[in-house]
């Protein structure tokens, strides 16, 4: 190699290394949505949700959890054992009030019992979750993880119509930024495939409440009660309905049958 070319060499990786190292090669905006995206990941995974949980916990609550934490580390590879320590952790965290913690050590649960009825489980304590979170984020996770749970569900057992309900619902309690209404299609696509199952009747009529329908909801919920007169969720909706439209002696009617059933 002659002295120029080694020269020219020399230069050129110079010049590469300057440019890697030494440039900005990654445009400010770009980096502010990357440093969102990220902030954003560390904010709603369980292991910051738990940190942050722990941190308010009371000294005896935090004490039973480390307890319970211990068991289920002694459990090691029994896959019974540990189920049985997850359940524990599980119904502890929703005694405490997180939801968020519940559904995921009830998910753990369903990955090892890998059971329709661990996964619906997880999907409704999630659930829960979206309903009684006052943080975006972590009504953002519970959603995430409640539609997995309730998509696995549904894969097990596609003819369970409940699992799909309670998937729609999440949807509704939480829609999507790009599709505000999925969760109310995907409500009204089963009623039309199953015209008389309650709990699709019963969730559109809760859904027509929350939006100031009470006539519509009146139709869906007399139409549920005429096929389960038993069911607590339509006797209780019926009641407000009524009363929201003044049908005076019908809302006491219900008043009385709802207080019996619950």
């Given amino acids: 190699m002659t002295k120029l070319q080694t ?19 990654t445009p400010p905006k770009q980096k502010e949505i990357e440093k969102e ?43 019974l054992s540990k189920i049985s320590a997850l359940k524990r952790l599980s119904g502890e965290w929703y005694r405490i009030g997180r939801a968020d913690i519940a559904g995921y050590r ?11 009825e661990t996964w619906s489980i997880a999907g409704t304590t999630y659930a829960i979750c979206i309903q009684r979170a006052e943080e975006q984020k972590v009504k953002d996770f519970c959603t995430e993880r409640a539609v ?14 409940t699992n799909r309900v309670n998937l729609s619902l999440c949807y509704t309690e939480n829609p ?35 939006t100031g329908q009470f006539e519509k909801a009146k139709e869906r919920l007399e139409k549920a009660f005429s096929i389960d007169n038993k069911n607590k969720d339509v006797v209780c909706l019926l009641a407000k309905t009524y009363k929201e439209l003044r049908i005076e002696e019908k809302a006491a009617t219900f008043e009385n049958m709802c207080s019996k059933l619950n």
């Fill in 7 to 25: 020269i020219i060499c020399v230069s050129f990786t110079l010049l590469l290394f300057v440019m890697y190292f030494g440039c900005e090669t």
């Fill in 37 to 79: 995206r990220v902030l954003k990941s560390e904010s709603s995974n369980i292991g910051a949700l738990e940190k942050e949980a722990k941190a308010n916990l009371s000294s005896e609550d935090a004490n039973f959890i480390l307890a319970l934490e211990k068991g289920l580390a002694d459990a090691k590879n029994d896959t």
């Fill in 106 to 116: 009830a998910e753990e649960v369903a990955a090892l019992s890998e059971t329709e």
């Fill in 148 to 161: 997995n749970a309730f998509e696995t569900a549904i894969s097990i057992n596609p003819s369970n119509t």
């Fill in 176 to 210: 999507p930024a790009n599709n505000p209404m999925k969760g109310v299609l995907m409500l009204v696509d089963l009623s039309k495939k199953h015209p008389e199952n309650p709990l699709v009747l019963s969730s559109l009529g809760r859904l027509a409440i929350k």
